[in-house]
């Protein structure tokens, strides 16, 4: 082991906030070191609780790192067949048709919020209240003394999961956040928690030492290249170092992708697991991974300084309805944008607020772009799911994102949101202008386009 890597590993494990500049906020973030050797003690009891629940299907309403761990945990239980028979429905969007699809009434609801002020899983949750009005059927994941806490006192739900408040989303996989819908699914608690306990944490410490220096030296794009049934996995990458390394004009761009994708700005990474339960090793290898980054690239890998933004700007659209709607492009226009906007080491970022169920249109377009423009990095995402994630990325990261919005042309109307103003339909079209405010403000190249569907810029 070479003294950088003893002596970043020293400073890890005893959280060393010197690792990162001064004024981060790792004082507070870093108990998902340690937060394994607390769950593995709860796994008896955690499966006892899930066997006490009656539905065959879960409804998780969270966004960005309340919802992309439990998404993966998901897809792999099903991919390699080790679910209990349950089915998790991960709800992070405000798109009003798919809200309006998800299996509310039948289903067993875990609201995941770390603040419990977050605004798309308490208006989920508000409408979620209107179709299942029996509080039994839920339970909240928060931090302690949370206003969504106080609600499930109030309320009676089935059980309230205090998580430790020393851990920001994006690294909270491995404790309530991830866990209880692990549990739910059927996975083994105590077994996940000793393999992530496994983890080679020297080669991790030397992973993201390699991708930090890469990115100093301009090969920034980071590819993770898994196998397309795996696809959720790269999502959860993507969000975690993306959200927790773009600031400062500094970062690395995660580019998830099946396909072998190689270039004079990339760096790469290859991942493909073997069973469901691998995800735990993985999980914590990554996180580690992304703190490292975070200390070569002399960044906090634990604050998110740009996110709140487009928060910010979508509460103010909404504070003037009927909101003023803002002219958009057609599909005709992405050609012409791009070839005057994209430059050498750019990457383009396809921001779809759409209706779920749009991935596989949405995959050829990344693969038609990245084929268009001599294999530049593409990424693609929802929004908003990625407001809360990659959205940190684009603003605070380096100026290279050349963005397309995607919108919908007439999205359905009147799903509700109970005590609001504004219906779904309302809320996303708000978020999206409000992003796009946002993007703009930091000088960044954007096109918004108006479809009916994704297919018209294929």
């Known amino acids: 082991m070479s003294v950088e890597v003893e002596k970043i590993k020293s400073g890890l494990l005893s959280k060393d906030s010197s690792l990162w500049p001064a004024g981060n906020v790792s004082p507070n973030r870093l108990g998902w070191l340690e937060v394994i050797r607390e769950m593995a003690k709860e796994a008896k009891s955690l499966k006892s609780w899930a066997d006490s629940i009656e539905q065959e299907q879960i409804v998780l309403l969270g966004m960005g790192g309340s919802s992309l761990g439990p998404l993966v945990l998901a897809s792999f ?14 709800l992070d969007t405000t798109s009003p048709q798919t809200v ?5 009434e039948n289903s067993f609801v875990l609201v995941s919020s770390k603040s419990g002020t977050t605004l798309e899983p308490n208006a ?16 909240f994941i928060t931090d302690p003394n949370t206003q969504l ?3 499930g006192e109030e309320l009676g739900v089935n059980r309230i999961f205090s998580n430790r408040p020393d851990i920001g989303g994006r690294y909270s996989v491995l404790s309530y956040f991830g866990l209880v819908p692990a549990v739910l699914l059927g996975y083994d608690v105590e077994e996940l928690c000793e393999l992530a306990g496994e983890t080679d944490i020297d080669e991790a410490i030397e992973l993201g030492a390699a991708a930090g ?7 920034n794009k980071l590819t993770i290249k898994v196998p397309e049934s795996q696809r959720t996995l790269g999502l959860w990458i993507e969000q975690l170092i993306a959200e927790s390394t773009g600031k400062h004009g500094l970062g690395c761009v995660p580019v998830p992708t099946s396909d072998d994708e190689r270039g004079e700005d990339r760096f790469n990474i290859e991942l493909e697991l073997n069973s469901s339960a691998e995800l735990a090793r993985q999980f914590y290898r990554l996180e580690l991974a992304t703190a490292v980054i975070g200390h070569v690239l002399n960044i906090d ?9 487009s928060k910010a700007n979508t509460n103010n659209v909404l504070s003037q309805l009927p909101i003023e709607e803002i002219e958009s492009a057609t599909p005709a226009d992405l050609k012409g944008f791009l070839q005057e906007n994209v430059k050498q080491g750019d990457y383009i970022s396809l921001q779809a607020y759409l209706p779920y169920g749009s991935e596989a249109k949405l995959e050829v377009l990344r693969q038609q772009l990245r084929d268009q423009n001599g294999n530049i990095a593409v990424t693609a995402g929802y929004g908003p ?12 990261g380096p100026n290279q994102v050349v963005a397309v919005q995607i919108v919908e042309n007439s999205p359905q109307q009147g799903v509700i949101i109970p005590d609001e103003k504004y219906d779904f339909a309302t809320l996303i079209s708000a978020q999206s202008i409000g992003d796009y405010q946002s993007l703009e403000n930091h000088g960044r190249r954007v096109l918004r386009i108006s479809v ?3 297919s018209e810029l294929l």
Request: proline residues 4%; glycine residues 6%; aromatic residues 8%.
């Open 77 to 90: 239980a099903e991919l390699f067949q080790s679910s209990n028979g349950r089915k998790l429905f991960v």
């Open 100 to 104: 309006a699809n998800a299996p509310i």
């Open 124 to 139: 989920l949750f508000s409408h979620a209240k209107s179709r299942l009005t029996d509080t039994k059927r839920y339970a």
């Open 149 to 151: 806490a106080k609600i």
């Open 213 to 219: 220096q890469a990115a100093l030296e301009g090969k």
């Open 301 to 309: 890998p634990f604050d998110e300084p740009n996110v709140a933004e």
């Open 385 to 396: 799911r990625f407001l809360h994630s990659t959205g940190q990325l684009h603003k605070g």
């Open 452 to 454: 009916d569907d994704i």
